[in-house]
Structure formats: structure tokens, C-alpha cells
């Protein structure tokens, strides 16, 4: 389809993309499982790319630089979330970089499945230039979605850190939280990770259907990020926080089917939370620090044409970790 975007307003910088990568809600959204896409819908919120033209205002950026958008393309900036740098929590709704209300064309937007994207230069993001830029892209989603509960919860040397899920989310957590200077720990039932996970920077594993294990674990861990992106049981890793520990949901979207058992919480302060994202002061020091620390995901390059089938083995866990569109092959 040919995409309608807007002219480059003065703020504007119009992007050629480069590399895109593949998440989980693109996928969610392709499919409609959350009943709100609106079709035709154009995914793809992990852009990179080069920047082509720049608005008569546009101070942060200029024609050649590199640049990345990431989940949002604007807010309110004006309500007491947006005053604070947290434009991911919006009070009055953000908008997304696809299926959200263009506020300058009568449409949705539409997202990083494309040739180009027009974007405020207030949420463009630079990218440090020493990383590889086609690895930068899952960034944009899944190194904020992780960063930034480690950054609130003021991760460092001394801090104990489990990850439970080794998968898109769970590997950059890793990486991420190693940064930091954590001691980092996988929970898995898969004990062939163990291997992988270490060479990303965990300390150990714990496999959580070992009772010995999940037990030998408890009272231990400062924080948990839980990146498991279906429902589970969350109570046994509960036990594992020490006192005023902290379990955060970034990985699944939903009601839980399991009671949540409040005694442990009680008597230990331990707490449950969740976290989405970043806001874009937050994405850039990820970014940042990523280009540091030279911390990446690990990545597959697809063809934007085998799109359908990277959906389908996203669905069964077949990638290591995050696919990433090669947007050139959208021109072939």
C-alpha cells in the first residue's frame, strides 16, 4: 500500500529506515488479539534509520544523523506524566507509532513496516555511533522495557537480580542488569540455557521446577523481572525477593489465572509491580549506556517479505532473540 504521510512540519524530521524490528505486540496487533487494530495496520515500532529531511525549527537533529523512534511519536506533554519525562504513562493518552490517532492526518499511524516515517524531533532518539546499527533497532522496545524498571528500581554493584524468561525481553535484561554491575540470575525450566544465559552475564541459573533449587533461592533477590509474555504463577518467585524486594511484570498483558498469596508480601514488604517501556529522556540514556557499555541484542536478519513466517515461529519460540527487518528488501 502506499502510506500517507504528513508533510515535514517545522519540528519534523522525515526518517529513511533502515532496519525494523519484530515484537511481540506487532504481531498482537497484525492478529488483532487485543480486538482494537484497525486495518490496514502498518506494525513496527524498533525503527533505525537515516534522517532525510529536517523542519524549519528542528534544532536536535540534521540531514545525515542517525536516528531511531521508538513505541511513541507524541503526548499530551502537558499532563503531571509528560511534565515528568513519563510520556509512556500519558494521562491523557499517548500516541503510539502505529494503530493510534494521527493528530495531524485523519488516520491511524502507521509504523516502521515502511520505506520512511515523519516524527517530531522531541521523540527521536540519536544513536550512538559505535554500536552496529542493524542490532540497535529491539532496542527501542525491548532494552527500555527492561532498562527501565532496573533504572526505578536503582539496580547497581550491590544489587541481587533474577530474570525469569530467557527470550527477547529476558536476554536484554540480562545484559542490561550485568551492566549495571548486578549480580544476575536466570530462572528457567530449560536447564540447556544455562550455557547461553551465562555467556550474556548471568552469575547462575535456578531452574524453577526444581524444588531444591526455588528453595535454596528464597529470601535471596533485590529484584525480579518477570518477562514471561503468557500467564503464569508468579507466587513461587515471590518467595525468592528478600525483604522489600520487588517482582515486575513486563512481559505479560492480562488477567492472571493464579491467586496471588499475599502472607509472603506481608510479612516480608516484598511487592508486585509493572512497568511498560520508557519515556524518551529514559530511552536515550538507555541508549546511551547501551552504546557505553556496548551492550546488543542478540538478532536475526529477515527479509521484510518473510515476515508472516517470522510471526509464526515468534509463536513458537523459534528466535534467537529478536528478528530484525532488513527495510532495504521492501525495496526489491
Known sequence: ????????????????????????????????????????????????????????????????????????????????????????????????????????????????YSEKVVVDQDFVLRIPENLDLKAVAPLLCAGITTYSPLRHWNVGPDSKVAVVGLGGLGHMAIKIAKGMGAHVSLFSRTPSKEQEAKAMGADEMIISTDENQMKNAK???????????????????????????TLVLVGYLGEMEDMLKTVPMILGRRSVAGSVIGGIKETQEM?????????????????????????????????????VIDMQSLKG
Open 1 to 112: 500500500m502506499n502510506i500517507a504521510r504528513r508533510e515535514v512540519q517545522p519540528r519534523d524530521v522525515e526518517i529513511d529506515i533502515l532496519y525494523c524490528g519484530v515484537c511481540h505486540s506487532d504481531l498482537h496487533t497484525a492478529r488483532n488479539d487485543w480486538s482494537g487494530t484497525k486495518y490496514p495496520a502498518v506494525p513496527g515500532h524498533e525503527i533505525v534509520g537515516r534522517i532525510t529531511k529536517v523542519g524549519s525549527e528542528v534544532t536536535k537533529f540534521k540531514v545525515g544523523d542517525l536516528a531511531g523512534v521508538g513505541c511513541l511519536v507524541d503526548s499530551c506533554r502537558t499532563c503531571d506524566s509528560c511534565q515528568k519525562d513519563l510520556e509512556q504513562y500519558c494521562l491523557n493518552g499517548n500516541t503510539g507509532t502505529y494503530n493510534s490517532k494521527d493528530k495531524y492526518l485523519e488516520q491511524q499511524t502507521y509504523g516502521g
Open 219 to 245: 529470601g535471596k533477590f533485590d529484584l525480579i523481572i518477570d518477562t514471561v509474555p503468557y500467564d503464569h504463577d508468579i507466587n513461587p518467585y515471590i518467595l525468592t525477593l528478600g525483604v522489600s524486594g
Open 287 to 323: 541508549l546511551d549506556f547501551c552504546g557505553e557499555k556496548n551492550i546488543l541484542p542478540e538478532i536475526e536478519m529477515i527479509n521484510m517479505q518473510d515476515i508472516n513466517n517470522a510471526y509464526e515461529r515468534m509463536l513458537r519460540s523459534d528466535v534467537r532473540y529478536r528478528f
